[in-house]
């Protein structure tokens, strides 16, 4: 009967165990066809199966429809299909030969902006739909100022319904300088913006014959090329420790690791690193995952590190590099996103979570509240109500071994949690600390 | 030693890897009691390697929790504790018999085991004060469980509602909970069934054997093949057949279907997975067919 060990190790399995990952964050509304876009993605990528598209074509025709809708294939809830609507990220997943990917799909009303927050939070990619009838929305313009404020580094305007404007080259160029001129106040590093059409398929897997006017790649043939590997800082070691490894059995009596996952840079035996906050120094005797030592430990590695002295290291710590390391800071400057319906004050106080240290936090002030559309920054505030984002300045119970979030989006990131209730109020992005 | 990274890359099976170990890591560090649910099914024995991984060479800081239905396979019961023996792990099995019994879970003779699970799942954590429970929930499965958090917030009545998740952002999990409450956690979120069966190939992890393709007496009933035992006799002019069958999923062996199959080893399964047209869940469980929001219910209720 079955087993494991076979030899059998086809072409197919093999080169699947090697596929890389992409993971890319959706924003447009029902009506720019984005459910469409992603239902097409995950039909032409031969990722829906026979039952769920049977389910949808029933639906479609109990509902009069003349085309499958293919936005049903992604509508969740039952009262999302009632309300037509989608309320909350949902993440969807797909792969084709190179690579595999986990689309984080989220809802574009405004009221949702802490669901794209949390969306493009994990996103190497973003991707905004527009209706080629109607161009740059508000709404697709605050969508990139997300994506930018979260850094995603890579950015796709796909200009949707171009068969509804008859694959008019004029739109596409008016619609793509226009996005151009406004990306330049952002920070996107790279930009492709694709003519498709979600509902009939063009550019979106397979090339249109529509556009002989477009030259760039399809929609499918950009996800799976887009290098992302190098998006990652591979120079400033940064490993906060998650956990200390202590098996208290006869085996492994004086076992002591800590656990962790790398946030930067590499760590090698033999490297000589500084714990934080206490600053003592000691060098790296080992790094392990399982029972295998690897040579290099890099992000997103969880790895169990070893040092040479019997330093003392627990959960909350970082170990770094004595010339390159953070310098713990209880006054954090900060970009924060609100997401619950009490608006944030000053001297309010709140949990707050950074990599793996928790302590408290207060406001001391709120600087400006960003308008996402204008880029306006309204230094009269005073407050940051839901779904609002503004500049903050908060100081810490605890010090915190963080980065800006623009050097680290993992050492540079923390989440506010209301005491009382314990839920998720707020995402921070810092921009300093001292 | 390992030495194939030259170029800072890690394969997307790597990735999910490390990303549930972080998980496992940080549930171990921040909550007081935590327990990992554990069916005997591929995708916990894939969970229950992975913390092994995690707090290798430490035991698990975690007993496992079994909810037995009494209408488990033998061959699941038997790999499980393969598995709770060489980890040297710490078992606890919650009866839906006794429950039954004890008046927890009322038997009508019509809702399946399957269903019947969870009333005695929420009487094994509130009875034993677990504060978090692991699950093997993949967001592949199903378009309910494609919104669910990796932390996945349950009220004092085991409840989930889709429509108060707390926002989770980067790898920050908010643990906070109060007395009564549990988190439910999904190490497996990003991974696909497809995943799965890589993982399982790579690490040679141990299974049930029922997963690779046998012969077996089969019936068809309503358009899945049932498997022909104490439960499962022919009815009307339903004929038994022997067949090469496997099954895709193991739950209650009078509720799951197998489908027909020459896969004997996991290269074989992967590459039929990976050509397959009908979903896992679709094809095999009757208790996901009454409707197309039976899932979105169940686990409102308290389900996986």
């Known amino acids: 009967m079955g087993s494991n060990e076979s030899q059998t190790n086809d072409s197919h399995t093999v080169a699947q165990l090697e596929m890389d990952l992409l993971r890319f964050a959706t924003a447009g509304s029902v009506d720019d066809g984005k459910s469409t876009l ?68 989220t809802p574009g009303h405004i009221q949702y902006t802490r669901n794209m927050v949390t969306g493009a939070s994990t996103a190497d990619l973003g991707l905004v739909l527009v209706d080629a009838r109607q161009g740059l929305t508000e709404q697709s313009r605050r969508h990139a100022v997300l994506l930018s404020l979260l850094r995603v580094p890579h950015l796709v305007l796909a200009i949707n319904k171009m068969d509804l404007v008859d694959w008019s080259q004029d739109v596409y160029d008016k619609i793509q300088k226009e996005f151009t001129t406004f990306a330049t106040k952002l920070n996107i590093p790279d930009l492709e913006v694709i003519p498709i059409s979600a509902l009939q398929g063009d550019n979106v897997v397979n090339r249109s014959e529509n556009t002989p006017w477009y030259s760039g790649p399809t929609l499918m043939h950009h996800l799976e090329n887009v290098h992302v590997a190098s998006d990652r800082d591979l120079v400033d070691t940064r490993f906060p420790v998650q956990y200390v490894i202590r098996p208290k059995s006869d085996q492994y009596h004086d076992f002591r690791g800590y656990a962790g996952q790398v946030a930067g840079g590499v760590l090698k035996k033999g490297d000589e690193v500084v714990v934080l906050p206490s600053g003592m120094t000691s060098t790296i005797s080992r790094v392990e995952l399982f029972d295998n030592e690897v040579s290099e430990a890099f992000p997103p590695m969880s790895v169990t590190v070893h040092l040479e002295d019997d330093v003392d290291v627990s959960r909350g710590d970082m170990i770094a590099r004595p010339k390159n390391a953070p310098k ?60 609002e984002i503004g500049r903050v300045q908060l100081r810490t119970t605890v010090p915190l071994l963080c980065d800006p979030y623009s050097k680290n989006r993992t050492t540079g990131s923390f989440i506010l949690i209301d005491e009382a209730t314990g839920v998720t109020v707020g995402a921070g992005m810092i921009n300093s600390a001292t | 030693m390992t030495n194939t990274h030259v170029d800072y890359q890690l394969s997307q099976l790597d990735q999910l890897e490390a990303e549930s170990i972080h998980i496992f890591r940080e549930v171990a560090a921040e909550f007081e009691k935590p327990v990992l649910m554990f069916s005997g099914g591929k995708d916990s024995i894939v969970m229950l390697r992975l913390a092994e991984k995690a707090f290798f060479p430490a035991k698990l800081p975690f007993p496992l929790l079994q909810v037995d239905t009494g209408l488990d396979f033998d061959e699941v019961l038997s790999t499980r504790d393969s598995w709770v023996e060489r980890l040297g792990a710490r078992m606890i099995i919650a009866s839906v018999e006794d429950a039954i019994a004890a008046g927890h879970v009322v038997d009508d003779g019509k ?46 009545f085991g409840q989930w509602d889709p429509k108060m998740q707390r926002p989770e952002l980067w790898s920050l999990y908010n643990g906070r909970i109060h007395a009564g409450e549990h988190m439910r956690i999904f190490p497996l979120s990003n991974w696909t069934e497809l995943d799965i069966w890589h993982y399982i190939h790579r690490e040679q992890i141990q299974i049930p054997q029922i997963y690779f393709a046998h012969e077996r007496e089969v019936i068809e009933r309503d358009g899945m093949l049932l498997s022909l035992g104490p439960e499962i006799q022919p009815k009307g002019n339903e004929k038994v057949e022997t067949k090469m069958v496997r099954f895709r999923t193991v739950g209650d062996r009078t509720q799951t279907g197998c489908v027909e199959s020459v896969a004997t080893d996991t290269a074989a399964i992967i590459d039929e997975i990976a050509i397959a047209r009908v979903t896992e869940r679709g094809a095999t469980r009757g208790d996901d067919r009454f409707s197309e929001a039976a899932m979105e219910d169940r686990k409102k209720e308290g389900y996986f």
């Open chain 2, 111 to 156: 809702t399946s085991r399957n269903r019947q699970q969870i009333g005695a799942l929420l009487n094994a954590i509130e009875e034993n004060g677990f504060t978090a429970a692991f699950g093997g929930g993949r967001r592949d499965e199903e378009k309910a469980r494609a919104k669910e958090r990796v932390y996945s917030h349950r009220d004092d």
């Open chain 1, 38 to 105: 992603i239902g097409r993605l995950l039909l032409d990528s031969k990722s829906i199966f026979e039952d769920q598209l049977e389910a949808v074509e029933s639906t479609s025709q109990s509902k009069g429809y003349d085309y499958t809708d293919l936005a049903l294939l992604t509508d969740g809830l039952r009262s999302e299909r009632e309300q037509g609507i989608t309320i909350d990220v949902a993440y969807r997943y797909f792969a084709t030969p190179s690579r595999k990917f986990i689309i984080a799909d």
């Open chain 1, 328 to 387: 713990p800071s209880q006054d954090i400057d900060a970009m924060v996103c609100w997401m619950t319906n009490e608006p944030l004050r000053p001297r309010q106080k709140l949990a707050i979570k950074h990599t793996t240290r928790t302590g408290r936090a207060m406001v001391k002030d709120i600087q400006y509240r960003l308008d996402v559309n204008s880029l306006h920054r309204d230094q009269e505030a005073g407050e940051l109500g839901l779904n």
